[in-house]
């Protein structure tokens, strides 16, 4: 678990787009954004697995 906490100058900066955004809501969406983001990594290594294993060359022990 990844414990994040909302910087001052952050929350400001949410708070420029929506007044009234608390500390939570920011955590919150931090959080999310960076599951998502830990998502993609690793849908995009086991794409990168698989193609790699597409791509060996044939043992040339079996010709």
């Known amino acids: 678990m990844v ?3 909302v910087s001052a100058r952050s929350l400001a900066a949410a708070r420029l787009i929506d007044p009234d ?3 939570a809501a920011v955590q919150a969406a931090v ?3 960076l599951a ?3 998502h993609e990594q ?3 290594g086991s794409t990168t697995r698989r193609e790699h294993t ?3 060359e044939p043992d ?3 010709s």
């Open 31 to 33: 959080e999310a954004a």
């Open 3 to 5: 414990s994040i906490s």
């Open 21 to 23: 955004v608390n500390t």
């Open 54 to 56: 597409a791509r060996r």
């Open 60 to 62: 040339s022990r079996h």
């Open 42 to 44: 690793r849908a995009a």
């Open 36 to 38: 998502a983001e830990r």
